[in-house]
């Protein structure tokens, strides 16, 4: 080679250098990359790994300590309808929507439940019989029973829209059957609204009591006491019903429901003082099933959830929907129920809830 050419292939050399000299730097700086970011991920998966388990150790810890911090929803409410045949005028339930969920979602739901400790499902309205003439409550009351396995399944309805045939196909999967009846004067039925046209409601009831017994579900019934019917001695009626528990409960307010600017009803005029509820349990304190709930123990002490499958809290005054447990879980939408579990226990909410266990005549 001359002195030019090796001059040339030189200059070459450090020109391929310099480029091979970039190639290098260009990966090393990806990589680094590529390194930061996995070694980001891998500490974001060991902090999460950890933090998990201590919140279990802590939830195990608290249990230990009888301080659970997610309640158990031992006994739920499920008002899936909000449309009803009646116009109670102290309703805290009312008919703001028409929606009910398809029966495949609502039965995902009350699995979820099932798989986080419900032993107790009660279906409530609106009027429950009132959606596919009961088919869809029936399908819900067999699911729950035969193969949620459930040890109660229960029903509130105001027993104006039952028919046998639905007893005949269903009665054997329903544990109680609760009847509302306010009243056992038809005029002061009127005056509360619980009763659709001329139909007698006090008719039903006894109807209804007859099928119970044929078909060997127990009887219960609910009464609201209000202005109206606070003043009534219902003991002869009730103990010829014979029901294996008579809830009376204190009128309620409940903000958006039954009182207030958006409110389907103005419950104000039903409201009794507690003296006067204390005067009504009074009269009535021979009869061994009743059962009475104040305001006070009613408002925190229920699971409910809505036509969505959220829980509602009714610890302001109002009903405040959680998320619904179909779109966040059972868990992490029971935070935002309210539920008061002492009150539960203390107002008697855990009983003989399952008809295998009563011991009744059929
Ligand atoms: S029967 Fe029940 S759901 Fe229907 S209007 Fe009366 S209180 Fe409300």
Redesign the pocket.
């Known amino acids: 080679w001359t002195g030019l050419e090796v001059k040339k292939q030189t200059n070459m050399f450090a020109i391929d250098l310099f480029f091979m000299k970039m190639v290098l730097q260009l990966c090393m700086s990806n990589l680094s990359k590529v390194f930061a970011s996995l070694s980001e991920k891998v500490w974001i998966w060991i902090g999460v790994r950890s933090l998990r388990g201590s919140t279990a150790r802590k939830t195990e810890r608290d249990s230990c300590k009888g301080n659970i911090q997610t309640p158990i929803p031992t006994s739920v409410n499920y008002h899936f309808t909000r449309v009803?045949?009646?116009?109670?005028g102290?309703?805290?339930?009312?008919a703001k929507t028409s929606f009910v969920l398809p029966i495949e979602e609502a039965k995902k739901g009350l699995r979820l439940l099932k798989q986080s400790g419900m032993e107790k499902i009660n279906f409530s309205?609106?009027?429950p019989f009132l959606h596919e003439r009961g088919e869809f409550l029936g399908q819900l009351v067999q699911f729950c029973k035969q193969d949620l396995q459930l040890p109660s399944v229960s029903i509130v309805s105001?027993g104006s829209m039952i028919r046998e045939k639905w007893f005949q196909r269903y009665g054997e999967y329903l544990d109680i059957l609760a009847i509302?009846c306010d009243s056992f004067n038809e005029e002061t039925n009127s005056l509360i609204?619980?009763r659709q046209g001329k139909k007698s409601h006090l008719e039903n009831i006894y109807k209804v009591q007859n099928w119970c017994k044929e078909y060997k579900v127990a009887f219960k019934i609910n009464s609201?006491i209000n202005t109206f019917n606070v003043g009534e001695d219902m003991r002869d009626c009730i103990r010829e019903l014979n029901p294996v528990r008579w809830k009376v409960f204190q009128c309620l307010i409940i903000e958006g429901e039954n009182a207030g600017e958006n409110a389907l009803r103005e419950a104000e005029k039903f409201v009794i003082s507690d003296q006067q509820f204390q005067d009504f349990l009074d009269r009535h304190s021979d009869m061994e099933c009743l059962v009475p709930e104040s305001n006070q123990k009613m408002r925190d002490s229920y699971l409910i959830l809505d036509e969505y499958m959220r829980f509602l809290d009714c610890t302001g005054g109002r009903k405040d929907p959680s998320k619904s447990i179909l779109d966040v879980g059972v868990e992490n939408a029971i935070m935002f129920s309210g539920f008061d579990e002492k009150m539960f226990i203390k107002r008697g909410g855990k009983y003989t809830w399952s008809k295998a266990d009563m011991k009744l005549e059929w």
Request: aromatic residues 16%.
């Open positions: 009803c045949n009646y116009k109670c102290f309703c805290f339930h009312t309205g609106g009027e105001n509302s609204g619980r609201v």
